[in-house]
């Protein structure tokens, strides 16, 4: 997959990502009628090395996680494709 993360325009954009996935395999591959894809997203920053971001080194950056489930169905044909998105978060703490 990470040929098709690398292409798609929407790879910054969890849910878009994943419908964009969702519909690609129902429309590519006719013996595929339905995707169910899962996106977990978590914070990275980028480690400080001499007062300067370093440019492929990261940290992991809090516990919270992003979730993305999309279900995409094409079992009524090309023309009538549905899909349902759920996005929410986990895991987050904050102070009140």
Same mark, same amino acid.
């Given at each position: 997959?990470?040929? #098709?993360?690398? =292409?798609?325009?929407?790879?910054?954009?969890?849910? @878009? %990502?994943?419908?964009?996935? *969702?519909?690609? %395999?129902?429309?590519?591959?006719?013996?595929? =009628?339905?995707?169910?894809?899962?996106?977990?997203?978590?914070?990275?920053?980028?480690?400080?090395?001499?007062?300067? $971001?370093?440019?492929?080194? #990261?940290?992991?950056? *809090?516990? $919270?996680? *992003?979730?993305? $489930?999309?279900?995409?169905?094409?079992?009524?044909?090309?023309? @009538?494709?549905? @899909? =349902?998105?759920?996005?929410?978060?986990?895991?987050?703490?904050? $102070?009140?």
């Amino acid at each position: 997959m990470s040929v #098709f993360a690398k =292409t798609s325009p929407h790879v910054l954009d969890p849910a @878009a %990502f994943a419908l964009h996935l *969702g519909l690609h %395999f129902v429309n590519k591959y006719s013996h595929i =009628t339905k995707a169910f894809i899962d996106i977990i997203q978590l914070k990275w920053t980028r480690i400080q090395v001499g007062g300067k $971001e370093h440019k492929w080194s #990261f940290v992991r950056d *809090g516990d $919270e996680k *992003g979730l993305v $489930e999309c279900a995409v169905d094409s079992t009524d044909g090309p023309d @009538a494709v549905k @899909a =349902t998105l759920k996005c929410g978060l986990k895991d987050l703490l904050g $102070e009140c």
